[in-house]
């Protein structure tokens, strides 16, 4: 894959970035958010900030999609790779925190957020996601391992200018 020298937008990568850092807050306070207090009100916030951006993303692509740098692909293999990436890392933008809620619904009677007790009408779900909640977590931390070594190759092996296409200067 080949980028043009052209940067993505600011907005466009400043919220790339802070995503990131939500996402990582959250999946490193996500051992016992429900036990320890602080891990339990850090990893929920972490997590609604996350699905906050997401749309707030879905809304910047669709603004800025036409000052986006140009993209051209080596082989149709390499853009349906980074074609299924990008949908795989969206879906999981939204479906993370939205399990991770009905994961606290389903086992918790109430939520005390920032020393305000959340409207009971929250907790209303009889769904069991527990278990589901974690594991596509987890696929999603590797999906962003994957996407952050994909940048890494094309820095330094195909030494194009995709990294560069994203950083904030």
Not at 17 to 36: C, H, M, R
Not at 57 to 62: E, V
Not at 82 to 96: A, D, G, P, R, S
């Amino acid at each position: 894959m080949i980028v043009s020298t052209k940067k993505f937008p600011h907005l466009v990568i400043l919220t790339h970035w802070i995503t990131l850092l939500f996402v990582l807050v959250a999946y490193f306070t996500s051992q016992s958010p429900i036990e320890d207090q602080w891990l339990g009100q850090t990893h929920v916030i972490a997590g609604s900030l996350v699905f906050i951006i997401f749309f707030i993303r879905i809304f910047l692509y669709m603004r800025f999609k036409t000052q986006f740098p140009e993209v051209s692909f080596k082989s149709e293999i390499q853009k349906k790779a980074f074609q299924l990436m990008k949908v795989c890392l969206y879906i999981c933008l939204f479906t993370v925190p939205f399990l991770g809620w009905f994961t606290l619904a389903s086992t918790q009677a109430s939520f005390s957020l920032l020393g305000m007790d959340l409207p009971q009408v929250l907790f209303s779900s009889n769904a069991d996601l527990g278990d589901i909640h974690p594991i596509i977590a987890n696929i999603f931390i590797t999906l962003i391992g994957l996407h952050a070594l994909a940048a890494l190759i094309h820095h330094f092996i195909l030494k194009d200018d995709v990294l560069k296409s994203m950083r904030l200067k």
